[in-house]
């Protein structure tokens, strides 16, 4: 079964650089996987931020980057802001029309 | 503007069953995918199924293969999830997303919320 994996927590000083990343319990994440990662506040549908490894959805400020490093899809956040602070997932496409998230990163700005 | 509506949410017992639906807007509905995407209550999301454009292909989560069944009416714009023999484990916010092609997931729905209780 696959596993997609992120950070359960992580914490950033305001103005700072962080980057979170999402990655398979067995094998490399690739563009293949087309990584997407959303951005949810409690209450709150989520918003999506980046699809096919690193197009910024519409409206989306270019401090939010995707890519691939390593063996994992990475989501950087630089200048970090007050507002940033949420959860955030990733979803990989594992082929034949399934998705599979991660468990989600809960992202503290302080 | 792009409009995802979801309804049918409320309490049920184990073993029952619900229809949810997605009303869209805002876009032409017969030229994109819809996902169906949950969370439990304080959980993760978690992706539970797929329709194509024209209804000709349906993929499913290995946690609601054979007990939930994804349609669509593509004349009255609408995105249906059949849910059968319910579990609490499937107590969560079920919401409808548009696959904006070029595997980008890039509408959301606002959530209705299921609740599989005795």
């Known amino acids: 079964q696959t596993v997609v994996t992120q950070e359960p927590s992580f914490s950033v000083s305001p103005g700072g650089t962080v980057t979170l990343t999402c990655g398979l319990s067995?094998?490399?994440?690739?563009?293949?996987?087309?990584p997407s990662w959303f951005q949810q506040t409690p209450g709150q549908a989520p918003r999506t931020l980046i699809y096919s490894t690193n197009t910024r959805s519409s409206g989306v400020p270019d401090r939010f980057s995707g890519s691939i490093l390593g063996s994992k899809a990475a989501l950087t956040i630089t200048g970090a802001q007050a507002d940033d602070e949420s959860d955030y997932y990733c979803v990989l496409f594992m082929g034949s029309g399934i998705w599979v998230f991660g468990g989600g990163t809960k992202l503290t700005v302080l | 503007q792009v409009q995802l509506v979801e309804s049918g949410g409320g309490v049920v017992q184990p073993g029952g069953s619900l229809r949810l639906s997605c009303a869209a807007s805002g876009f032409t509905f017969s030229r994109h995918g819809i996902h169906w995407v949950r969370q439990a209550p304080g959980k993760g999301l978690e992706w539970a199924a797929l329709i194509r454009y024209d209804g000709s292909n349906k993929y499913y989560a290995d946690s609601v293969r054979g007990r939930f069944a994804i349609s669509r009416d593509n004349s009255r714009n609408t995105l249906y999830l059949q849910m059968n023999s319910l579990r609490p484990e499937d107590t969560a916010v079920y919401y409808c997303?548009?696959?904006?092609?070029?595997?980008?997931?890039?509408?959301w729905g606002q959530g209705t919320l299921v609740t599989v209780s005795s």
């Open positions: 067995s094998g490399s994440v690739s563009t293949s996987n087309y």
């Open positions: 997303v548009r696959d904006g092609g070029d595997y980008n997931l890039d509408y």
